[in-house]
């Protein structure tokens, strides 16, 4: 590996590499991401290498093992190029013949190929598959042309380009840029970067850390994870600019230890960049010094609340404490501290080498830039997205996601599971921090979970009480204690219990518990309650006045009846009956008994006459 002592260095390394490069005739991108691991990519990567090996192909056909690629539930996937050919969902069998029709003899292999749900068309190349089109991937797409493990394929994108632009720069002027650029934390609360940058320069401290906030407390979120996973060069690039700005010596990423790929891949990339002396004393000869080091979290959701992540990292039980004095001011070791995420981190290289006007031409005029998404949900097409910020709910629903996969959305949940959920009269709304907030929604984490009518939304919200409860530190009473209050309500509606009176109790103490809780978590804990009593109040009164579940899911108020007119006692149900709770001889007409009736539903898909029905 090269040691780079300045900016020259580092040019000649990359012309190199590049050069280097042009002995391939074709390079394979192969996602080995956490979400196509789970579907055996392992075993694709294996056959690929033995496959190569045994045509002799190795120094002309390069495969790359990248980071997420976005579109999950495809994988394990891959692009090759220099056609951008896009095949999905791939198995160990078909990789001789990716290499004898495709790499060899250019033909599509049309099976592999992606199919786009609305038109059932095949799409071989990935530029033209809507899903991908209709985003603006200024992050995410850097992770297909990146092994994490090598430092060499970030270089050839220009790594590192940034940072030596920013040593040649005042430190004043790199927070500027930054002021300049629009970009607001994407890790939920939206501050405005460059101001918290500001402030952490200007605050008087013998030492000043950076940290970046790769905790990622929302388990359905994925962003993060994805480009630490996948291009963990990004996030130290920016983490120095950012120290080179702020004056800080020293960086911490602090990182949940379930994530192993994330934890690996960014321990590889540090070592890396020591190596070459991008990391440590005297970087690129210009007298920074500055380092970084890991720190694992175990995962708590509040430990994604800042002063509960220095609590952690400080070796103390990660719980907030009052903000009287911003981590600014007074952070790790009553430091001096600035702490954005991953995604943050990983613009700022952008920013500094394409300039904020580059940056600031995306998005609308309070939220500028791009944001990743995690889609899931009742949607045809989930995965990562990125989007223009202020671009609407209804385009990322419908034309990146594709719609429903059962014909009607709903409502969508944003921000992870202190958002709220939006209905579909709302999908106009342009996707920013103002925006969301303003309609009882937050951009938060970046979840967003589709839903269609078979959702209750008044399930929806005891589903996510029982997480916010479970996650919740308990230091405070009005999150300890409210949250606990407003769940017990929630399951008296759900089971039939309440009055109309309760409907009042529960905005009460929601408003209550959002107002007085001490941190951000508790704060937000009622979005999805007060959002969906806010759009879906009809659904809350019906449990509660008519004792029915509209959408047919809360099993207290729903049970099962086999109809006479079509049972012909084939006792089909009566056997998959794990409860016991049908009767009937056979060719006879079969009851379900209610009292036993746990209604899992099991005897319903077992019906082939379709003969039971849901009430």
């Known amino acids: 590996m090269e040691v780079i002592k300045n900016p020259e260095v580092l040019s000649v390394w990359r012309k190199k590499i590049l050069n280097k490069n042009t002995f391939y005739t074709h390079t394979v991108s192969l996602c ?82 992606y199919t ?56 004043n002027d790199i927070i500027q840029e930054i002021l300049k650029s629009g970009l607001r934390g994407r890790g939920g609360g939206g501050y405005p970067t460059g101001k918290k940058w500001q402030q952490t320069a200007a605050a008087a401290g013998e030492k000043k850390y950076i940290i970046c906030n790769a905790d990622e407390g929302d388990p359905g979120a994925y962003m993060d994870r994805s480009i630490l996973e996948g291009n963990p060069h990004s996030v130290i690039e920016g983490m120095m600019i950012g120290a080179k700005a702020i004056g800080a010596d020293e960086g911490i990423i602090y990182v949940r230890n379930e994530y192993p790929l994330a934890v690996l891949h960014a321990g590889i990339a540090l070592e890396q960049c020591r190596n070459a002396g ?19 979290g175990a995962g708590a959701f509040v430990s994604g609340e800042s002063s509960a992540l220095i609590a952690s990292i400080s070796g103390k039980v990660g719980e907030p404490s009052p903000k009287d004095v911003h981590l600014s001011e007074k952070g790790l070791e009553q430091n001096p501290t600035n702490m954005n995420n991953v995604e943050t981190w990983a613009n700022i290289p952008l920013i500094i080498e394409n300039g904020a006007m580059w940056f600031a031409s995306r998005g609308t005029e309070r939220s500028k830039g791009t944001k990743i998404f995690a889609l899931t949900g009742k949607i045809k097409n989930t995965g990562l997205v990125e989007v223009a910020m202020g671009t609407s709910l209804k385009k990322i629903i419908y034309d990146i996601g594709g719609g429903s996969i059962s014909g009607t959305v709903k409502a969508v949940q944003t921000g992870g599971p202190s ?26 984490s970046g979840g967003m979970v589709v839903m269609d009518e078979n959702t209750c939304m008044v399930d929806v919200a005891r589903y996510f009480l029982d997480f916010l409860i479970d996650e919740s530190c308990g230091k405070c009473v009005p999150c300890r204690i409210g949250l606990s209050r407003i769940r017990e309500i929630i399951c008296r509606i759900t089971e039939g219990k309440a009055e109309m009176q309760d409907l009042e109790l529960l905005e009460e103490i929601s408003q209550t518990v959002s107002e007085a809780s001490l941190c951000a978590l508790g704060k937000t804990a009622p979005n999805p309650v007060l959002s969906t009593i806010r759009y879906f109040r009809e659904e809350y009164i ?14 207290s108020l729903i049970k099962f009846s086999i109809s006479p007119e079509i049972c012909t006692g084939c006792g089909a149900c009566k056997r998959e009956c794990p409860a016991g709770a049908i009767s009937g001889e056979k060719k006879q007409i079969h009851n379900i008994d209610q009292s036993i009736c746990t209604k899992c539903g099991i005897c319903r898909e077992t019906c082939r006459l379709s003969a039971i029905s849901l009430n």
């Open 32 to 113: 080995g991401g956490t979400g196509c691991q789970a579907g055996s990519c392992g075993t694709v990567i294996s056959a690929f290498k033995k496959e190569l090996a045994r045509n002799k192909l190795e120094k002309k056909v390069r495969l790359r093992v990248t980071g997420c690629h976005g579109f999950c539930e495809q994988g394990p996937l891959m692009i090759i190029e220099p056609d951008n050919i896009f095949y999905c969902r791939l198995s160990p069998g078909d990789v001789p013949e990716i290499l004898t029709q495709t790499i060899k003899n250019h033909k599509i292999i049309e099976r592999l190929c």
């Open 116 to 171: 786009d749900p609305s038109t059932q068309k095949k799409c071989p190349v990935e530029s033209k598959i809507p899903f991908y089109a209709q985003q603006s991937r200024i992050l995410i797409d850097r992770n297909k042309n990146t092994d994490p493990s090598d430092i060499e394929d970030y270089i050839a994108e220009n790594g590192y380009a940034a940072l030596c632009k920013s040593l040649k720069m005042q430190a």
């Open 419 to 444: 958002g709220g959920c939006l209905p579909a009269s709302k999908f106009d709304l342009p996707v920013d921090f103002e925006a969301l907030s303003e309609a009882g929604s937050m951009v938060g």
């Open 278 to 296: 991008l990391l440590g004393k005297n970087i690129l000869g210009s007298g920074f010094s500055f380092d970084i080091r890991i720190v694992r």
């Open 542 to 555: 019906s449990h509660i006045h008519d004792k029915k579940c509209p959408a047919k899911v809360c099993k």
